[in-house]
């Protein structure tokens, strides 16, 4: 589960209000997250996965703003044309073929937030973009850089100083030698082309799905940023850029579009149209065990930072902003009623039943053998099904088998289900031989 740890003053600026780090620990789990840590001027959060937003100061703040009434209804983004240009380029169209892109200006940047930058673009790469499978984020500082930019391949040989480097490399020493690289490379083993974005003058600026330039690394002197997000999904793609323009505007930056000229059709981006839906009171009264009336409905809805009015008797019209990549249905509706509402206010009650439960007779042996052998002075060891080929059959110097490979997988170390046990034990060993 991502964490975000929060520092009290920056906190309650985005907030508006101050609070201290037990009233923040006080409120915030009534938004769906988990109190890790609190100490004298930090609350450590871990937060869902799905809810990205909440990954950064202000995602946070923008959503308690809701809860307590400072403000609610739906954040509302202006975003002006940049005037700038990002060309797709055919080539990229079997590589990584969708790109989009952003501008936005005037941010005030110290050495704290381009970290929590740096944090919050590694939980989209983990949650949005799947380990950067499905999409790869860029955070440049565009001052350097002049437009138009054009999204392109080139071949393995070509060179620039990659981030964190002094001297050239190519794209193969990159993929060979660099950290990010080593790490990032099977997501271009299909191909012999490379993508990257050059500017007017044809400098290389990133390397996606790898690494960003030198030349444009964001520091606190930063004050104007392009994004570009690219990937094999635009839904991944347009996702992460909604997330985080919208997260850069709270955080007074002001946004402006990029056009983005594919081979047959322009986009403007970031789109931040808001998505529209309709919840029946009904349904959400029968799902919460709540008396409400349509404009509490509504009430709630909106301290959950959502515009919603009365469509017609019965149903709610709801506006939901673009940085809720979250809700996808009428029930997750409800539970943004519930949120709205308050956990804190609803009183649990038992369910009406008559059975009780109580440990299967072979759990109850299985746990009866674990205490004994314990008590032997064995060791229990248990590991993950799911594993990756390189642990269950290279590091073991095995032929591949025939394992049940994920169609999905969150992460690339988790890629197969095992069939053997010994990779595993092998990897307890190799991990803990201190």
Not at 28 to 54: A, C, M, Q, S
Not at 174 to 199: F, N
Not at 384 to 401: C, K, Q, S, W
Request: proline share 6%.
């Amino acid at each position: 589960m991502p964490v975000i740890t929060l520092h009290r003053d920056r906190f309650n600026q985005y907030l508006g209000k101050e609070l201290t780090t037990e009233e923040i620990a006080k409120w915030l789990p009534w938004l769906g997250t988990d109190i890790e840590d609190v100490g004298p001027d930090y609350v450590k959060v871990e937060y869902n996965p799905n809810r990205l937003d909440f990954s950064s100061h202000a995602g946070l703040a923008r959503a308690l703003k809701g809860l307590l009434g400072i403000e609610v209804g739906m954040p509302k983004y202006e975003a002006r044309p940049s005037g700038i240009v990002l060309n797709i380029d055919p080539s990229v169209e079997k590589v990584r073929p969708y790109a989009l892109a952003g501008v936005v200006r005037g941010l005030k940047l110290d050495d704290e937030l381009v970290r929590e930058l740096m944090d919050m673009q590694e939980d989209l790469h983990w949650g949005v973009c799947r380990d950067r499978r499905k999409a790869a984020i860029g955070l440049h500082n565009l001052d350097v850089l002049e437009p138009p930019f054009t999204y392109t391949t080139v071949g393995p040989e070509t060179r620039f100083v990659p981030l964190d480097e002094t001297r050239e490399m190519s794209m193969v020493e990159i993929l060979q030698e660099h950290k990010k690289g080593r790490a990032y490379a099977h997501l271009l083993s299909h191909t012999d082309r490379y993508p990257v974005m050059v500017d007017a003058k044809g400098r290389i600026f990133t390397f996606p799905p790898i690494i960003n330039s030198e030349l444009t690394r964001v520091t606190a002197e930063t004050r104007n940023l392009f994004i570009d997000i690219t990937g094999p999904s635009m839904d991944a793609v347009r996702n992460g850029l909604n997330i985080l323009a919208s997260t850069l505007a709270d955080m007074g930056g002001k946004l402006e579009t990029v056009e983005v000229r594919y081979p047959d059709k322009t986009l403007i981006s970031p789109d931040l149209t808001p998505q529209e839906m309709t919840l029946r009171t009904e349904y959400a009264r029968e799902l919460l065990g709540l008396e409400l009336t349509d404009e509490d409905v509504v009430e709630c809805l909106r301290r959950s930072r959502l515009d919603a009015w009365v469509k017609s008797e019965g149903v709610i019209g709801v506006r939901i902003p673009a940085y809720r990549i979250d809700i996808l249905h009428e029930v997750d509706l409800v539970e943004e009623v519930a949120l709205g509402y308050g956990f804190y206010r609803i009183t649990p009650t038992r369910p009406v039943s008559t059975t009780s439960g109580r440990q299967h007779p072979t759990i109850k042996a299985m746990n009866c053998v674990r205490v004994i052998m314990v008590g032997l002075g064995f060791t229990e060891a248990v590991n993950f099904i799911l594993t990756n080929e390189d642990v269950h059959y290279r590091m073991m110097r095995l032929p591949a088998g025939d394992a049940i490979r994920l169609a999905n997988p969150a992460s690339a170390l988790y890629s197969i289900t095992r069939t053997l046990l010994l990779p595993g034990l092998m990897q307890n060993l190799a991990i803990n031989r201190h």
